[in-house]
């Protein structure tokens, strides 16, 4: 989730600053190349005013040799023409003043003509018609090298006698330009990470306390009650969801804890009257006549399976309320221990206990209740197990967790019983004959998960049923 919404925020922020960044660039772009039309407007302007006003043609003349020239104009016109060549040297770009035949009056570089097409020959005809020349189009940095053309009509009693001409080369407006453009990027760039900066302290500032309480939630999902979602920051709506979910928590577990409380004093309370039923039973039995065995038989048999289903459900109750504190233990000698334990009952009932694992498997659990679940497991396989097999008990070690494996060679379950395992009182209908009150598997994973672990079940090869109790290796949250 917060890379879903850090993408969001990032995304919004780059569209943001590509909004106001294209228009900036463009603009920047503009002004410019603006700067450059203006420079050039104001030079053709000046050499528009050097230009002689009294016998244009006399003075043309003088220039070409003519004896007869107009006073003073000899002397403008080779002036005209020293300026064109020193603008020429000194900016790069090509200046000529010519009449409207296309003759040149005054050029730089020398040999220089009104150009016959292209951009220059269009804004040479504009001048002609007495208009300044439209702007040029816009020049941007990947623009081919081509020049820029501004000509300005010169005009006498309302009439245009001559054009000057400017084409500036395009390079050092493309660089300024792109020198412009790397500036923006620059601040660009530095914007984005300050945004990303403030959008992951946002991020990380709205979903601390959603983080808090999936953490407490799934720690009451997998059975840990008492986690609560601890005071943070973040915005004072979640805050407020904090606080309900932990007067939520509170609520589920006082009523648990009721439920628990009635089951535990129903099952204790039932025990005495139980007992005294059974030993009325007895009495009874010895006043009837011969031949009612059987019946007495079966009404002890009825009173031992519900003395039975009283101590499980006790059991029960005992392992939901407990809140044990896992501990570092060595797993290993634990299953070994409680394998031996089990090794007479193994040998009364004809069955071989087998235990193959490691020396030594560290991990984090409550010793008590470990023992217990696999002491209701071993059970169970035992029970189900016929004589002349093997019931194989193992150990399991991987990265983050340890397992003990208790593989039976029993009748085992189909897919639809697998899913319904360690369900309180269900027992699969082929084995109803078999003792038992459907209670054991349901203890066993109330005490596993009771100290973080987990009781799972897989189908054994070729047959039977492979029980798996798994605790993690380390400390969890």
């Known amino acids: 989730m917060r890379n879903r919404l850090l993408g969001i925020l990032i995304a919004l922020m780059a569209c943001v600053l590509a909004a106001l960044g294209v228009p ?18 104001d030079d053709a302007a000046r050499f528009a005013q050097d230009l002689p006003t009294q016998g244009r043609a006399s003075a043309t003349a003088a220039v070409k040799g003519d004896p007869q020239p107009g006073p ?34 005054a050029a730089a570089p020398d040999g220089w003509h009104a150009p016959a097409d292209g951009p220059g020959a269009e804004a040479y005809r504009e001048a002609l018609a007495g208009r300044r020349s439209h702007n040029p189009p816009q020049v941007w940095p990947w623009t081919s090298d081509r020049t820029l053309a501004v000509a300005l009509p010169v005009v006498r009693d309302g009439d245009v006698v001559a054009v000057v001409l400017t084409e500036s080369p395009t390079g050092p407006l493309r660089a300024r330009i792109l020198h412009r453009w790397m500036v923006l990027a620059g601040g660009e760039a530095l914007a984005m990470i300050v945004a990303i ?20 939630t799934h720690d009451i999902a997998t059975g840990r009650l008492n986690a609560r979602v601890a005071p ?10 904090a606080r309900s979910f932990n007067d939520m928590a509170d609520h589920v577990v006082l009523a648990i804890d009721q439920q628990r409380a009635f089951v535990a004093d129903a099952s204790h309370q039932l025990r005495n009257p139980l007992a005294a039923l059974l030993l009325r039973v007895e009495l ?3 006043a009837l006549p011969e031949g009612s065995e059987d019946e007495i038989a079966a009404v002890r048999e009825e009173g031992a399976r519900l003395a039975r289903v009283l101590d499980d459900l006790l059991g029960l109750a005992t392992a939901e309320g407990s809140r044990p504190e896992p501990e570092p233990v060595d797993l290993a000698e634990l299953v070994r221990t409680r394998t031996e334990a089990w090794q007479p009952l193994a040998d009364r009932r004809q069955v071989r206990l087998h235990w193959q694992g490691p020396p030594l498997a560290h991990a984090w659990a409550d010793p008590i209740g470990f023992g217990s679940a696999l002491d209701a497991v071993l059970d169970n396989a035992l029970k189900f197990s016929p004589a002349g097999t093997t019931v194989r008990v193992g150990l399991t070690i991987t990265r983050d967790e340890v397992t003990a494996s208790v593989t039976d060679a029993g009748p085992g379950l189909t897919e639809e019983e697998l899913a319904r395992i360690g369900d309180r009182f269900w027992r699969s209908s082929r084995h109803q004959n078999v003792d038992g009150s459907g209670l054991g598997l349901s203890i066993a994973r109330t005490l ?13 090869e070729p047959n039977g049923l492979s029980v798996l109790l798994t605790v993690p290796r380390r400390k969890r949250g």
Do not use: C, M, N
């Open 24 to 41: 900036l660039a463009y603009l920047t772009a503009a002004s410019e190349q603006s700067k450059v039309v203006v420079d050039r407007i």
């Open 72 to 105: 003073g104009d000899t002397g403008r016109l080779h002036a005209l023409t020293s300026e064109a060549a020193r603008y020429h040297e000194l900016y790069g770009a090509r200046i000529g003043v010519f009449e409207r035949d296309g003759s040149s009056v």
């Open 197 to 216: 900066l403030l959008a992951v302290r946002l991020t990380g500032w709205v979903l601390r306390p959603v983080r808090t309480l999936d953490r407490a």
């Open 232 to 241: 943070s920051g973040g915005p004072p709506e979640l805050r407020r969801l």
């Open 284 to 286: 009874i039995g010895l």
């Open 448 to 460: 596993l998960l009771a100290g973080g672990g987990s009781l799972g079940f897989a189908p054994a």
